[in-house]
Nanobody, 124 residues
Framework: QVQLVESGGGLVHAGGSLRLSCAAS????????LGWFRQAPGKERQFVAA????????VYADSVKGRFTMFSDNAKNTVALKMNSLKPEDTAVYYC?????????????????WGQGTQVTVSS
């Protein structure tokens, strides 16, 4: 089992930037995938980005492609999500999740460990 703790959320104006971090502990390794998801009030949790633990492959949702960058720091057992050009529609609770797969899934049902979430609010 992997334990995940997110940090770095907050309030920012539209066009601003934030960096989220996810610290992983427990069973991790090259066969793991770490993902970021978000959930706005009244909406389903949606895929944002994911990365292989090695950092070799990343996948992004179309809505964030070109604005968000996900990267891993294996030495620190963390992954981060750098969010630029933020929009009000990016407002949500952001969750870090992990799974042990050879491909990078986008479905929430394929991730088995979740963090507690961190709030990101983008004002217009």
């Amino acid at each position: 089992q992997v334990q995940l703790v997110e940090s770095g959320g907050g309030l920012v104006h539209a066009g601003g930037s934030l960096r989220l971090s996810c610290a992983a502990s427990g069973r991790t390794g090259s066969s793991y995938v770490l993902g970021w998801f978000r959930q706005a009030p009244g909406k389903e949790r949606q895929f944002v980005a994911a990365i292989t633990w090695s950092g070799v492959r990343t996948v992004y949702a179309d809505s964030v492609k070109g604005r968000f960058t996900m990267f891993s720091d294996n030495a620190k057992n963390t992954v981060a999500l750098k969010m630029n050009s933020l929009k009000p529609e990016d407002t949500a609770v952001y969750y870090c999740a992990s799974t042990r797969m050879l491909t990078i899934p986008r479905s929430t049902s394929l991730y088995d460990s979740w963090g507690q979430g961190t709030q990101v609010t983008v004002s217009s």
